[in-house]
Each structure stands twice: as structure tokens, then as C-alpha cells.
């Protein structure tokens, strides 16, 4: 399955193009996972060398196969921006082959378990930009719209509580603070869960009863 989704510029930056990972990403991905900020709040098995960047991108690879992985990358589409802004090009043209300014991604899904859990991290080079509240914004109506039907009702979002930056790209992407969880292996603090609900079906409106009178003697 590949999917391609969308999120529109702003004022101060371009629309994103979310894709899934490739093989050619490869040493984006190890730039960004050598960064301190991400490697400080990262849980799992650090990627440092190429062998771990392949190896995590069959392991992506593998969770779209399955259907309990979809991971993202995230890059910045500038065609598209141009597009919108009036200028000639297509929607998917160079940003295609942009490099990755980050990731995001759907986990621990299984249809009819209820709920699954969303994660995200930005190049240093992009941050400021809006891109991680943006594609979590994206990932999320794309996975509610297509799970939703087979019971997906909410999804949840975990961070380090003393990671601020997340706490924010959290609220602005609409997943509200639940609670805060103890500090258990793999996490080495405590952390902050945000949810968000599945939207609430809106019900058709019924079409108008036409009325009729008596009949014309």
C-alpha cells in the first residue's frame, strides 16, 4: 500500500508531502536520528551507523505489509507551495524528491482494539516551521478516515514530561492532556499521555418532507 498525504503551507513555510520511508532516505535518516534533541528523548535502539538505518527501514517496510506500522516521511513540498501561491507546477512534481525533514507515524494499531498510538520527530534544519504539528495533523485524519470503520476510536500520544516542545506540538494538533504516567522501562521519566477521539459522525440531514394540500376540486 503506498500512501502520499498532504498538509497545506503557511504564511512562513512550505506544504508538507508525507510518503513512506525509502531506501534512498537513508542518510537523511541518520542525520536526524544523530541529532542530540532527538537522541535524548528517542526510546529504543539509537540509529548511528547505516546498517541501523536499514535495518529500521525494513522494520517500517515490514509494519505497512502487516497493517500494524505506517511510517512516514515528512518532507516539504515546494512545488506545491508555488502551485498554491499561483505559479505553474503540479501538486507532487520536485517534492517528490525532497529530502525528509522528519517523521511521523501510526503504531500498535489492530482492527477492533480501539485505539492506536501516533509519534513524530523533526530535522533540526526544519524545526520552527510547523512541521510536526502539521503532519500529525495529517497522519491523524488519514488514519481516523481509514480505521475508523474498523473500530479505531482514539489515538494516543506519549512524551517525557521535561520534553516542552512535544507537549506543545501536541496540543497543536489537538490531542488533549489526559494524565501523567510513572517513569516505567523503556521510559526513564515520567511522561505526559494526550488523546485524541475519533471525530463524531455527523448524521445526514433528512431531505425536506414535501407537503401537499387537498386536491384541486
Known amino acids: 500500500m503506498t500512501v502520499v498525504l498532504h498538509a497545506a503551507a503557511t504564511a512562513a513555510a512550505p506544504a508538507l508531502l508525507l510518503r513512506p520511508w525509502r531506501e534512498e532516505d537513508l542518510p537523511d535518516l541518520l542525520e536526524i536520528h544523530r541529532d542530540p534533541l532527538v537522541r535524548r528523548w528517542q526510546i529504543g535502539p539509537p540509529l548511528l551507523t547505516r546498517d541501523d ?3 529500521w527501514l525494513r522494520e517500517q517496510r515490514r509494519g505497512w505489509e502487516t497493517g500494524e506500522r505506517f511510517s512516514f ?10 502551485t498554491e501561491a ?3 507546477g503540479g501538486a507532487d512534481g520536485g ?11 501510526v503504531k500498535e494499531y489492530a ?3 480501539g485505539f492506536a498510538e501516533v509519534g513524530y520527530l523533526t530535522a533540526p534544519r526544519a524545526r520552527g516551521r510547523g512541521v510536526a504539528p502539521r503532519a500529525l495533523e495529517a497522519v491523524t485524519a488519514w488514519a481516523f478516515e481509514v480505521f475508523a ?23 497543536k494538533a489537538g490531542y488533549r492532556f489526559e494524565r501523567v504516567l510513572p517513569a516505567v522501562p523503556p521510559y526513564p521519566t515520567e511522561g505526559h499521555l494526550h488523546v485524541r477521539p475519533a471525530p463524531v459522525p455527523v448524521p445526514p440531514v433528512p431531505a425536506p418532507v414535501p407537503v401537499t394540500g387537498p386536491p384541486v376540486p
Request: aromatic share 2%; hydrophobic share 40%; net charge negative.
Open 95 to 105: 517534492a517528490d524528491a525532497a529530502r525528509p525533514v522528519g517523521g511521523v507515524g
Open 53 to 55: 538505518a536499514a535495518r
Open 73 to 82: 516521511a515528512v518532507t516539504e513540498s515546494m512545488t506545491e507551495s508555488m
Open 149 to 171: 470503520a474498523d473500530g479505531l476510536e482514539r489515538l494516543e500520544l506519549f512524551h517525557a514530561v521535561p520534553n516542552t516542545a512535544s507537549c506543545r506540538v501536541a496540543e
Open 86 to 88: 499561483g505559479a505553474p
Open 111 to 113: 482492527p477492533g482494539r
